[in-house]
């Protein structure tokens, strides 16, 4: 089982950006999809955006044109850049990958507030 550690979070004002890192223990060239969830308090776990090996992206309607995902196969890492971030973005955000897509990192936490 591949091992996701995230890192990146922290506080922000609003307006700000933060860049979130995901690496893996293996290579995650094999990995077909990869993507980051988060989950803020009291709300369910919900997708962010998911990159294929291919370069197939999606992005959760709320986060279009202000977040950007990308995967370094070299690196074995996959990073959303979070730009003009806003107090809803607050959330523990989470890596998922793997074999069957069924590895999740421990978490980072983002906070977006003045």
């Known amino acids: 089982q591949v091992q996701l550690v995230e890192s990146g979070g922290g506080l922000v004002q609003p307006g700000g950006s933060l860049r979130l890192s995901c690496a893996a223990s293996?290579?995650?060239?094999?990995?077909?999809?990869m993507g980051w969830y988060r989950q803020a308090p009291g709300k369910q776990r919900e997708l962010v955006a998911s990159?294929?090996?291919?370069?197939?992206?999606n992005y959760s309607d709320s986060v279009k044109g202000r977040f950007t995902i990308s995967r370094d196969s070299a690196k074995n890492t996959v990073s959303l850049q979070m730009n003009n971030l806003k107090p809803e973005d607050t959330a523990v955000y989470y890596c998922?990958?793997?074999?069957?897509?069924?590895?999740w990192g421990q978490g980072t936490q983002v906070t977006v507030s003045s």
């Open positions: 998922r990958g793997g074999r069957g897509y069924t590895s």
């Open positions: 293996g290579s995650i060239s094999s990995m077909y999809v």
């Open positions: 990159i294929t090996s291919g370069g197939i992206i």
